[in-house]
């Protein structure tokens, strides 16, 4: 905090642009930083552990086609996620997780909803 704000008022004095580009320079996040989930298909077992855990009803299992035939998965509504992390941790074979990934802008929030492939 006090950081950006030194750089706010060292910008100011120089007549300098504070703000900087995006998406080609970004922040460092911190490692605790818990952004857009990632679903890895191929290991995901359709338990449902993490709709189920969800405070929020984030997650609803939907169909999908694998190699393997029609399985359900986790779509997540990004819109409505805490990012908690209950559903990674509860998962079995981890394969939902937190990423560090921050850019899910939309006009509507329900294009957040993010399907299972969408998720990989
Ligand atoms: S991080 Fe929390 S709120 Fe988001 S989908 Fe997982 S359990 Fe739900
Ligand atoms: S993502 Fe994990 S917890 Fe959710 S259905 Fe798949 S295996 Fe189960």
């Keep these: 905090m006090l950081g950006s704000l ?11 642009q504070y703000t900087t580009e995006f ?8 490692d605790s930083y818990r952004g857009r ?11 449902s552990a993490c709709a189920i855990i969800c405070p ?8 999908v086609l694998t190699d393997k035939g029609k399985k359900v998965m986790p779509l ?3 819109e409505r996620c805490l990012f908690c992390a209950l559903c990674e941790e ?8 937190l990423t560090k990934s921050y850019d ?11 399907r ?5």
Excluded: F, W
């Design 76 to 78: 997540v509504g990004h």
């Design 90 to 97: 509860v998962c079995p074979p981890k394969c939902l997780t």
């Design 56 to 63: 929020n009803q984030t997650i609803t299992m939907v169909d």
């Design 6 to 16: 030194t750089k706010t008022i060292k910008a100011a004095a120089l007549g300098k």
């Design 104 to 114: 899910y802008e939309a006009y509507d929030k329900r294009e957040l909803l993010t």
């Design 37 to 47: 989930l990632r679903l890895d298909m191929s290991t995901c077992i359709s338990c």
């Design 116 to 120: 299972p492939e969408e998720l990989e």
């Design 23 to 30: 998406p080609e320079h970004r922040e460092s996040l911190p």
